[in-house]
């Protein structure tokens, strides 16, 4: 139901931009978030937006990263820029049934074990 892509090999200071799909339910209703997980680390929240369109960034992507949407698409994406090579990771767009109706900021305050639905990552790597 939800499925990433996007990822790739690009250097330090390049972008990319992630695109999420989600099939089945509307993104008016359910917000999503992205969250990465780089080797030997634990998964974190990187950006989500809510059902309204609200966006919420961690500190440590904040003017870097821009979470959109498309609702009519049934798209997410998440554009990274000014990329360093402590952004690698394997990137996934998740989301709940139940609290994926929540506030961006919210979502963001949750474990990633909470979520329910999870798309199948895409992998970024930041490398010269």
């Known amino acids: 139901q939800l499925q990433a892509s996007g990822g790739g090999l690009v250097q330090p200071g390049g972008s990319l931009r992630l695109s999420c799909v989600a099939s089945?339910?509307?993104?008016?209703?359910?917000?999503i978030i992205w969250f990465r997980q780089a080797p030997g680390k634990e998964r974190e929240g990187v950006s989500c937006i809510d059902r309204h369109g609200s966006a919420w960034h961690a500190d440590f992507v904040k003017g870097r990263f821009t979470i959109s949407r498309d609702s009519a698409k049934h798209m997410v994406y998440l554009q990274l820029s000014d990329l360093k090579p402590e952004d690698t990771a394997v990137y996934y767009c998740?989301?709940?049934?139940?609290?994926?109706?929540?506030?961006?900021?919210?979502?963001?305050?949750?474990?990633?074990?909470?979520?329910?639905?999870w798309g199948q990552g895409t992998l970024v790597t930041v490398s010269s």
């Open positions: 089945r339910f509307s993104l008016d209703e359910h917000g």
């Open positions: 998740a989301t709940d049934r139940v609290f994926g109706i929540d506030t961006a900021r919210n979502m963001a305050r949750r474990r990633a074990s909470e979520f329910e639905l």
